[in-house]
């Protein structure tokens, strides 16, 4: 009978794992890391990108990297793969005329994004971080949350260069190596299919 319990014990802590999973947390995190041809002339990474998902809800945040500045017009642009629910939008930096107001659209030499946060007043309101949560739904990891977009970016943000240049561009990520690694899995395995055949 003991051996039966230990049995059972396992098999539903195995299963409430499988069950229970949408529960527990999930984090991904990737760099705006290709300028358009206005900040071309500094190294990015420009900003870093975390997603924090739990079930339903994912909280967004932006960060920039050294003497770069997030803000203004399309500040931010992301697709999420559900229609989404914005709220606990928060900023650190910026003065106190900081605002943002949500829309969808082009941005700059990186296509267009159905979730565009704009802030107003230039470089006077750019922030150093965005941060806001996401609920929406479908989501059983963090890399679920965001779509690439048409043009293949997965984010992209109005960039400031804080050297009193007053060099202003945007940035975004690549399409993330996980996605090229994927695509070169899936032609190599019908390559050896075809070759078995």
């Known amino acids: 009978m003991r051996k039966y319990l230990k049995g059972f014990l396992f098999v539903g802590v195995f299963l409430g794992f499988f069950v229970c999973g949408t529960a527990f947390a999930d984090l ?5 890391s290709v300028g358009n041809a206005a900040i071309a002339g500094y190294p990015g990474p420009y900003a870093s990108v975390t997603v924090d998902q739990t079930g339903d ?3 967004i945040t932006v960060a920039r ?4 500045l997030i803000g203004a017009a399309q500040a931010f642009g992301i697709t ?9 939008l ?3 930096g910026g003065n106190g005329s900081t605002a943002f107001t949500l829309s969808s659209g082009q941005i700059d030499g990186f296509g267009s994004f159905t979730f565009v946060l704009d802030g ?5 309101s750019a922030v150093s971080e965005l941060r806001f949560t996401l609920t929406g739904s479908g989501w059983s990891s963090a890399a679920d949350v965001l779509a690439l977009n048409d043009d293949g970016y997965l984010a992209a943000a109005h960039i400031f260069i804080n050297d009193g240049s007053g060099t202003t561009g945007y940035a975004s990520t690549p399409i993330p190596a996980a996605v090229w690694l994927l695509g070169f899995g899936v032609v190599g ?4 299919k075809r070759r078995i055949s």
């Open 80 to 88: 999420p793969t559900s229609t989404v629910m914005l709220s606990n």
């Open 120 to 124: 107003f007043n230039g470089l006077s």
């Open 189 to 192: 395995l019908v390559g050896a």
């Open 28 to 32: 991904i995190s990737f760099d705006l």
């Open 90 to 92: 928060d900023w650190t």
């Open 57 to 59: 809800v994912a909280d």
């Open 65 to 68: 990297y050294g003497n770069y």
